[in-house]
């Protein structure tokens, strides 16, 4: 995550409990006396102190994902940013506690792991201790050695560990630079970096795994924290430089030879996001081992459930139909034979606490892992376990965990996993309801056109159906909605209604959206005639347009500050799109909003 201190700030793009993988047949079983060497070297040893599995990596990356069972992320640690406190003489190896969590002892591994935990990620922020605005690439060793002993912690406790470069303060950004050198300098010192950390690490057991990025391939290789201005690389730009830097890192890693020459890889997909993982422009890179790549993705869907304190409830059977739906996107990597980890899944509150339905979600989500395959690693930053008390904050939870340990499903072979899992996902599809519709708001129809506002307030605490899938479940609580069928050319009106769940402050993001609205009425334009918030008439702060995201919901962005210009499928009713804007209705915190209404005009090409 990015930046992360205990919720993100939304996901552009864009995390608790986890379950052991399906279980394995016999040849797994027998396998693992290949890669079980865990680190037997002290907290202070070096690489060179460490066994090496002599034999050669004999697991397949379907295999090892099954022995990778239940994971964990040692968030907001590591990957703790404060780059100008290095520059400024801070030792770096004490920036850990930099986000409010405590230094990690070998205790805080074994207890994970008794907790039913086989897997730990550790995001790492390498530049902490780095002087790369010098053009000095060389990692501070007193930043690697506290790396090393972590991961020796993690190794010592018989976990798999994962380690990455995390967010990094978003150096990233300098890939997508309108400066050649400076591109050629990222990948300069994304090469210089991993040459250092793989012949740190060349020699460790096959149970550590690198991890190419976290959620910045893609995107946000146009961020300007570090270059002060967006990037100027296009989204299909994007994919060639992800494709690009994942390429690299795989024949970096193999040149270093040792176990390198055919350790594990995890190889971070587009955003991390599954639906634009699974476009074609994103390209497993080629490698010279046989089965040892993995693919990374996360797991925030819905943010507005997921990340923000908005939505408090999840369960309904649209909940349960996208979640099955874009893990069965995803099985496409694990059925070409690539292990798939969800490096990061999570339900957040702001204030580190668990939310109402989260231990359903989580359910249901280890069971979509249980029958595609995926190694689940929960996103944890004390909030579940509570590192300084050493305890689970919520019992439920942690005995689910508990039961999906490896070895409670290594008697289990594969087929048998995957029997029990779909036989229970079909039963828990079967057994929801949507309760959470009130009058006014429409049942969800692949053969309906159905017009809705999407709505994010300023503070993140209110929320409706945000995202291009109608859900009038994913909601707050107390919302009252109209939405309405959208039949064909004509006016109509849509509103929500906040008095009973609070004013909503602002708004972070809003748009007028139309289910299905690309595909049964393609081409047409959106007029706004008239919006009232507060029953009083608004004006709109520029020119409205036509277009759509996913290429089947239609939608008028009133608030979006994440598009600056008008894309390419931007429409109006004359054909001119001068004075077009995705920002028509800012409102900020001051602006509070009880009832907002939305009437317009919907015409055929």
């Not at 070297?41 to 697991?59: H, R």
């Not at 060793?141 to 010592?156: G, I, Q």
């Not at 996360?298 to 369960?315: I, K, R």
């Not at 590192?387 to 409670?408: T, V």
Request: one cysteine or more.
């Amino acid at each position: 995550m990015k930046k992360r201190k205990i919720a993100k700030a939304f996901a552009a793009i864009a995390l608790a409990a986890a379950m052991l993988l399906s279980g394995c047949a016999s040849n797994t079983q027998s396998a693992t006396s290949d890669t079980s060497q865990g680190s037997e070297s002290t907290s202070s040893a070096t690489s060179e102190d460490v066994p090496t599995a002599p034999e050669g990596n004999k697991l397949t990356s379907l295999e090892v994902v099954r022995l990778m069972g239940n994971g964990i992320n040692l968030g907001n640690t590591l990957e703790a940013y404060n780059h100008q406190g290095y520059l400024n003489g801070m030792n770096p190896g004490d920036m850990e506690t930099g986000w409010g969590q405590p230094y990690t002892s070998p205790n805080m591994m074994v207890s994970m792991k008794n907790a039913g935990f086989d897997t730990i990620r550790i995001p790492v922020a390498w530049t902490n201790g780095m002087n790369f605005e010098s053009g000095d690439y060389t990692i501070d060793e007193r930043l690697m050695a506290r790396v090393e002993e972590v991961v020796n912690y993690a190794l010592d406790a018989d976990m798999y560990v994962i380690i990455n470069d995390h967010w990094d303060g978003g150096w990233w950004g300098m890939f997508g630079s309108a400066d050649e050198a400076v591109r050629e300098k990222a990948m300069e010192m994304y090469k210089s970096m991993w040459t250092q950390i793989g012949e740190r690490f060349k020699d460790y057991s096959y149970k550590l795994i690198f991890e190419s990025a976290n959620e910045e391939l893609g995107d946000r290789l146009n961020d300007k924290e570090i270059t002060g201005s967006k990037g100027v690389l296009t989204q299909n730009e994007c994919y060639d430089t992800t494709n690009k830097i994942n390429s690299e890192f795989v024949k970096l890693i193999r040149a270093q030879g040792g176990n390198n020459a055919d350790r594990f890889l995890l190889i971070a997909g587009y955003n991390t996001d599954i639906t634009m993982t699974c476009d074609d422009r994103y390209k497993m890179p080629e490698d010279t081992a046989e089965d040892k790549l993995l693919l990374s993705v996360h797991y925030y869907t819905p943010w507005d459930y997921c990340g923000t304190d908005a939505v408090s409830t999840w369960g309904s059977p649209y909940d349960y139909e996208e979640q099955n739906g874009l893990f069965e996107k995803l099985s496409k990597f694990s059925e070409q034979g690539y292990g798939v980890v969800i490096g990061e899944y999570a339900v957040m509150l702001s204030n580190g606490g668990i939310k109402e339905s989260a231990q359903v979600f989580y359910d249901n989500l280890l069971d979509n892992c249980d029958l595609y395959d995926f190694c689940p690693v929960l996103w944890d930053c004390s909030s579940f376990y509570k590192r300084r008390a050493d305890k689970f904050s919520d019992e439920g939870i942690a005995k689910m965990f508990d039961e999906r340990r490896y070895a409670n499903e290594a008697s289990l072979t594969t087929e048998e996993v995957k029997a029990n899992a779909k036989a229970k996902l079909e039963a828990t599809l079967a057994a929801s309801n949507d309760n959470a519709i009130t009058d006014g708001e429409l049942l969800p129809d692949d053969n309906k056109a159905i017009a809705w506002i999407m709505f994010q307030s300023g503070d993140w605490n209110i929320a409706y159906s945000v995202g291009d899938n109608y859900d009038p479940t994913n909601k707050t609580m107390g919302i009252k909605a109209t939405n309405v069928e959208i039949t064909g050319e004509g006016t109509y009106t849509v509103s929500l209604d906040f008095t009973e769940c609070g004013t909503a402050k602002g708004t972070a993001f809003s748009a007028l959206a139309i289910s299905n609205g690309e595909t049964m009425f393609p081409d047409y334009t959106v007029t706004i005639d008239k919006i009232l918030i507060n029953n009083a008439p608004y004006e709109l702060a520029g020119k409205e347009y036509t277009s759509s995201d996913d290429g089947k919901c239609t939608r008028v962005n009133l608030y979006n500050q994440w598009v600056s210009s008008v894309p390419e499928d931007g429409r109006t009713p004359d054909g001119d799109l001068t004075g077009c804007t995705a920002q028509i209705m800012p409102l900020d915190s001051k602006d509070a909003v009880n009832t907002l209404s939305i009437t317009f005009t919907y015409s055929a090409p």
